[in-house]
Structure formats: C-alpha cells, structure tokens
C-alpha cells in the first residue's frame, strides 16, 4: 500500500507544482516587475574592491561617491566648491582652515569629526600621487577641534583645494578614524561613509550585484548639484549596480525594463537604442576621455628625442579614434595634454608636434638619428575593447615610417604587470603601451599622472626624466592666479610635446543609455545616482 | 560496494593534491601581479611592494603553498585577494545559480533527448530518424550564444513570454526561478540533447538486433515495453556515462550561456578570478571541478551497478 500512497502524493506535488508554475508565468508581466524606487543599473565594470583609497579604479571611485563624501566637490567649471566643510585661507596663504558643516554622521550614527578628517587625508595622501605632493608642502594636518581642521604650508602651494576637491582616480573621501588608521596597502574592513547611500554589506556579490540604499540622516547641500559639488538629493530607494558581461544581454535588459541605465553602450550597438522612443541615449561627460601612447624612455629606440618624435609624427589621431570610436559624432582630434574642452585645453605646440601621420618628417628624423632598426616591442592588449585598436593603428603607421615593430599581444592585466618592469624590452620590458585616460584625471600638469617627469622612481610607467618639467609643474602648483597658470601650461605643454613626454591621441567620448522613467540623470565625469527620480 | 565507494574516495586523495599543487605552480608561474591589479595605474613602486607584503605574495612559493595547503586540511579556502571576501562566501554566492542551471538543463537534456534517440533507432534509416539526426547536427554545429539569442529574441524579445536575462532563487518562488531558467537551460541542454540522442541511438541500434528483443517481441510485448523496459536498459550503461561527463563538464562549461542570460553562476567567477589573478578564488574553483569530476566519475560507475546487474563491486 505504502508505493501506492507514495505515488499518488508525488502525482499530486508534481501536477499543483505544473499548475503554480504555469499559473505563475501567465500571470507576471515578466518585463514590467514591480520595482518601486529601485533604479537598476548595469555599470561599465563589475565592483570588486569597495575600498575606494587602495585602488584607482573607476568602478570603485563611482562605488566611494554612492557611500562616501569629500570635504570639497568639484563644480562643471572646475571650481572647488563646499562639500563637508567651507574653508579659510590665511592672507599669506599657508594656512587653510575647514570647517565642518552641521548635520554630518556616519552610517553608524556617530557624528563625523574633524579627527576623522584628518585621519581620513592621511590615509589618503599616502595612495594618491595628488596627496603625496600636497604633503611635500604641508608642515601639520590637525583636528583643531571637533568641527575644525587646519592644515598649515610649509612652503606655497595654491592647488590645496584642487587637489581635494578632484573627482577622480582617488578622491579624498572621509571615513571614520577607526577605518581611515588601516594601512593604505589594506582594505578597510567595513563601508562605513557619510554619503548619501549606504552599502549593503549582506546583498554584496564582489564582480556581479551591489545594494546601495538611501541614508535617511544625510543632509544634502541647499546649492543645485552640479559634478560633485552641490546638493546630494536622493529620491530613490535602493540602487542596484548588476554586472552583466555581454552588451548584448544589458541593451535587451534595458528595452525590456528590467533595468534602468547603462552606464556605458558600445557604440556599434548604439543604433539598437537610436530607435527606441522609451530609452535616452546621451553623454553623461561632454569631456570625455583622452587616449595616449607611452614610450620607455629608458631604453632604444625610445631613449632618443628624435625617435620619440618620429614615432609620434608618424601616428595618426584620426586614424586611430576611426579605429576605437568609428562614430566621428563621438571623438576629436586633440593635440593638448590637458583635454581640448578644459580651461587649460590649448593647441600650443601642436602645429609642430602632433600625431598627424606625417610620414615624411618621420623618416626623415629617423635617418637623422640613425635609427638601427632596433625593434619596438609594443603591448597589445587583447581583450578590453577600449585599448585594443590603439596599438595596431599604431604599429602599422609605425612601420610604414620605416620602424621594426613587435607586437605582443596580451591580455591586458598581463600588460598591467609588464608594464612596471623596467628590464630591458628584450629581457621582459617593452617600448610602448596605450592606454585611456577620463579628462578629469589629466586636465592639469598637477594631476595629469603621465607628465611626472621624475624618472625610475617617480614617474608612471615609461619612467621620463626631465628636470626642466618637473620645474615647470612646481611653477604651475605655485601660480597664484588662472591666468598665470594657463601660461604656464601652455609652456609645459610646448615643452612636453617637443620631449614626447606621451602622445595625446584624441579624445573620445562614452555613450550612456537610460529608460524615460529616470529624471534628473547628472551630467559629470563621475556618474553619480543622487537627483534622479523615477517614475512609475 | 560501500568498501569500493571508500577506496574510490581514498584514492581521490592523492589526485586532488596533484591538482592542488599543480594549480598553484601554474598560477604563480603565469604572468600577472595581484598587487599591481589592485593598486592601479599610479601605484609606485613601493606601494606595489607594500600592497605584495601585505597579501603575503612576497612569501617564497614554497611558504605559500604550505601555508594555503594547511588553510586547506582546516577547511579554510582562503580569502580573495581582489575583494577580500572569503572564497567560501563568494562560491556559495554562485553554487546556486550554476547548480540549478547544470540540474535544469540536464533535465531537459534526459527528458528529451534519449526518447528522441530511442525514437530515431526505432525508426532506423527512415524519416523520422533522419530528421532527429539532422536536428542533432544542427544542435553540435550552432554555437551555445547564437542559441541563446536566438531563443531570447523569440521568447522574450519578441513574444514576451520569458524575461531576458537574470536569474531567481527557488527560494523566491517557483515562477520567478522557473521563468528565468528555462531559457538558458535549453540553451546549455542544445548540445548535450544532440550528443545524447545519437548515442542513445547508436546503443539502440545495437541492442535492438539481439535475440532477446526478438524474444519479448514475439511474446507479444508492446513495443514500448520493448523498447524502454529491455532495449533501453541494455543500451544504458554507454548513455550512463556520456551523461555523467556531460554534467561534469556543464558545471565548468557554463560560462558562455551565464553571461548571455546574465546568470552570476561559477563560470564567470572563474573568468573574472582568473582575468584578475585571484589565486585563492582560481584554486578553489579548480578544487572543486576537480573533486565534482572526481564525485561524478564515482556515481557513474555506481549506476552502472543498478541499470546492469552483471556489474558487481
């Protein structure tokens, strides 16, 4: 009797298991789920490391802005504004002092303090290439009491408020004391921020999903947001960050409401958009990105000015956007080191010293060096779209002016390795790499890491030494109004072009995508869930 | 077979250890340098150095493999060196969506395939046959993602049937998991649904001439009977095993049709672990392949024990 039973059971589970199931997919609307002030958004990488100090990472910085605040925001003409605190500065200007503006608490409730400021820029300054400078210059950082922080010169410096204010790679975000004293080489061991959302540690999947819900206690600014200065309003929920690797699978997910944003759309597939009345296709930074190529300086063939600039006369910008954009609406040709669209964005130098694909000029500075045919063992990456054109536009201009180039193709976190070792080309170094940078990170000779001219132990990769920029950049920190400091950078700027210090390539910008239901989406380089609304 | 079922286990021993040393040796060997992942493009390169020290990568090889081997006997697994969240956590996070993908799409794989095999060597040399053989080389030919987007453009795009992409838990309810797996399960099932109906048809073929189905024909047994109650389970033992390998290898197979259905699954924590240098989420996975081979291999020869009694262990 017992199988009998038993049968009739399973019989009966099986067929009220069939009909809760069909039952349940006729009745969900599978593409319009209920999602009540949740925006969902596919961002341009998966989060994996949520310590916004330890690492440059675009992901994690746009990760720190949802969780953490700075002291000072940027404002869309560059300008430091208030953000955490106002500020002083003595009529000499060797004294800054800030001031914390009331209404300010962790996550975990406790009042943000000075202390914890202070700690915070420590931390910082020891991980940012910005931070270290500042503190070659600063005699005493201290917590003058709860609210207040005074930070004292020891020699002049005018780009304090600069360089805490700049939005990216590694923007001066607070936290409290207890998380800021980890060593900067570790990770903090808690998301602990005074931002505007909280992370939600428990729904964290490291490269695939990241909650962030709305800190009720934050008091936002009263000014109108503008990058990362001004009121960070938050109207929404939750916020979902989902990690989806196929394009593909995002643009259908977003035509068919199962998210909100996409934070970057490849612009071959931006035509599957264009025509979708319920979707916005838009750019979240007019600036953009600039993309650049970078010599080791400490080995032939690039070890010779000329070769230097044959190489650079012999790429052509337009060649190479058509290869990485293809859309001409989206990319410029763009001599200047510090973005065309920027206050200190200028052509100085560049009718004489500029990728144009002068071959000519190129051969005929080669012959004047006596280039060897020494090869150039130039760094493809393989598998980040973003890179991958950029070498092999280049290699091919490159030999066509008369270079021996080899091209190793790798993926790129090989590259990441490859790339800070200073051996010999033929004994696992190389010659050349590319790589990208958003504007906002080189739009000055302070921030711009590639014109630290410094040498094997300052310098990025490529290791340029050039005492004579170095001085220039120390000149430009010390400038004391915007007009001397554009001066200044159009000197460096012609110096650094001559020197083929790099080679700026052009600039380009990303397309982003969301459903009409999202209002209010910021425009900055930093794309930032705080003013959006969404309607049902 | 309980003493056979403990030396199999015993004797998985020594492989998993080769596999865990071997694993290890080619990790560090490859090229590639967590600290300079983490540390980003304006590391120095004493930050570097301090970022190595404190993830213990500046230990000699031999120091670390010891040490993660002893974390290993004590059931520790390690913590990403990328997120810093333990390695169990993260594979516990992706078991589910994986497990219920491969289970699903074995489902469908069993569930259709095999009768279409035995169907097709029913009907030997005449249509229906060449039609299921045919369908079969369509499904070996077209790529898993052409699949995929195929099936998502009819079914969700176009009919709107089934969501796109993602994936529930059956904790969340049987609708929402259901209606997020079938497509990528028939998906990942398309090949193995082919590669079994032949050889379910092909062991068909050879038992279907013996003198005992000739025996059960002429006592007058239905032909289904006779086709899946004798013949099928004589052919069993080669269907046995293809199968059993063709689950293995859709556990660490899946990685294409995860990220066409945006399924956070195994295959692409072991993608992004190893774009990454994650060595401690990288071994752990191969571990845990190794041992579900080891695991599944065990079960195979244990099958065969209760579909052919002549099999005794």
């Known amino acids: 009797m017992q199988p009998k039973v038993v049968m009739k059971s399973t019989s009966i589970t099986a067929r009220t298991l069939l009909s809760a199931t069909l039952l349940g997919l006729g009745a969900l609307s599978f593409s319009a789920e209920s999602q009540a002030q949740t925006v969902n958004a596919v961002m341009h990488s998966g989060v994996r490391i949520i310590d916004p100090i330890l690492t440059t990472a675009h992901i994690t910085r746009n990760h720190g802005y949802m969780v953490f605040d700075t002291l000072l925001g940027m404002n869309e003409e560059f300008q430091p504004q208030p953000q955490m605190a106002d500020w002083e500065i003595s009529d000499d200007g060797m004294v800054y002092t800030f001031t914390l503006r009331d209404g300010l608490t962790w996550h975990d409730g406790e009042a943000v303090t000075a202390a914890d400021c202070v700690a915070s820029l420590e931390r910082w300054a020891k991980r940012d290439s910005g931070g270290l400078m500042l503190m070659n210059h600063v005699e005493s950082l201290e917590a003058s009491d709860e609210r207040t922080i005074t930070l004292t010169l020891s020699s002049p410096f005018s780009y304090v408020l600069e360089l805490l204010a700049k939005p990216s790679s590694v923007p001066a975000f607070m936290m409290p004391e207890r998380l800021a004293s980890t060593s900067p080489e570790e990770a903090i061991p808690e998301q602990i921020g005074s931002g505007p959302f909280r992370f939600v540690a428990d729904e964290f999947q490291p490269g695939n999903r990241v909650v962030y819900t709305k800190f009720e206690e934050y008091v936002p600014r009263d000014e109108p947001p503008s990058w990362t200065a001004g009121g960070k309003v938050v109207n929404v929920d939750r916020v979902e960050w989902i990690t989806m690797p196929d394009q593909q699978t995002a643009i259908n997910a977003l035509g068919s409401g199962d998210i909100d944003f996409i934070e970057q759309v490849p612009l071959d597939l931006a035509p599957l958009l264009e025509t979708n009345d319920d979707l916005i296709l838009g750019t979240l930074s007019e600036m953009g990105s600039q993309t650049m190529g970078r010599m080791n300086f400490l080995y032939p063939p690039f070890d010779d000015v000329r070769i230097r600039q044959a190489a650079m006369l012999a790429m052509n910008q337009e060649d190479v956007l058509a290869a990485l954009v293809g859309n001409a609406d989206y990319y410029e040709t763009c001599g200047s080191f510090f973005g065309c669209t920027t206050p200190l964005g200028s052509d100085a130098g560049t009718d004489t010293w500029m990728a144009t694909g002068d071959l000519e000029r190129a051969r005929e500075l080669l012959e004047e060096a006596g280039y060897d045919g020494t090869p150039v063992v130039m760094l493809q990456p393989t598998d980040v779209a973003t890179v991958s054109p950029q070498p092999v536009v280049a290699a091919q201009a490159l030999r066509q002016a008369g270079f021996n180039v080899e091209m190793q193709p790798m993926d790129w976190q090989t590259l990441v390795t490859r790339r800070a070792s200073q051996n010999d080309p033929a004994d696992g170094g190389w010659n050349m790499f590319f790589t990208n940078w958003i504007i906002p990170e080189v739009w000055n000779p302070i921030v711009n890491p590639m014109l630290n001219a410094q040498g094997r132990e300052g310098s990025f990769f490529g290791w340029p030494k050039d005492e004579e920029l170095e001085a220039m950049r120390l000149d430009f920190a010390m400038a004391e109004s915007d007009e001397e400091r554009e001066r200044i950078a159009e000197v460096i700027q012609v110096h650094a072009l001559e020197q083929v210090i790099y080679v700026p390539l052009g600039d380009y910008r990303s397309v982003s995508s969301w459903t009409n239901q999202l209002d209010g989406v910021l425009k900055g380089p930093v794309p930032v869930f705080w003013n959006l609304t969404k309607s049902e | ?313």
């Open chain 2, 1 to 313: 077979m309980f003493a056979y079922f403990i030396r199999r286990i015993l004797a998985s021993i020594p492989v998993m250890l080769v596999v865990a040393l071997f694993v290890f040796l080619l990790l560090r060997l490859s090229p590639g340098d967590p600290a300079a992942i983490i540390a980003g493009d304006m590391a120095s390169p004493t930050q570097l150095a301090n970022i190595r020290a404190a993830l213990g990568l500046d230990q000699p090889l031999h120091i670390q493999f010891f040490v993660w081997l002893g974390e290993l006997v004590r059931g520790n697994f390690g913590t990403s060196l990328i997120s810093q969240t333990p390695v169990l956590t993260m594979i516990g996070q992706r078991l589910e969506p994986t497990g219920s993908l491969a289970v699903v799409a074995m489902l469908f794989t069993v569930i259709i395939a095999i009768p279409l095999g035995v169907i097709a060597a029913w009907c030997h040399g005449r249509f229906l046959d060449k039609l299921v053989m045919s369908a079969s080389v369509v499904g070996f030919s077209v790529p898993v993602f052409v699949i995929g987007y195929l099936l998502i453009q009819l079914f969700a795009l176009e009919l709107g049937w089934l969501p796109v992409q993602g994936f529930r838990s059956l904790s969340e309810g049987i609708a929402p998991f259901a209606s997020r797996i079938v497509l990528p399960a028939l998906t990942l099932s398309s090949i193995y649904i082919a590669l079994i109906a032949r050889m379910t048809r092909a062991s068909m073929l050879e038992v279907l001439d013996e003198d005992y189905i000739r025996t059960a024909r002429a006592k007058g047994l239905p032909e289904r009977a006779v086709l899946f109650r004798h013949a099928l389970r004589n052919a069993a033992v080669p269907i046995l095993t293809v199968i059993g390998t063709g689950f293995a290898l859709m556990i660490s197979g899946v990685v294409v049709t995860e990220s066409v259905f945006n399924i956070p699954g195994l295959g692409r924590l072991i993608v992004d672990a190893v774009l990454a240098r994650d060595y401690p989420v990288i071994q752990a996975l191969i571990l845990l392949t190794a041992g579900l081979y080891v695991i599944i291999n065990l079960l195979i020869d244990l099958s065969y024990a209760i579909t052919d009694p002549r099999i005794r262990y």
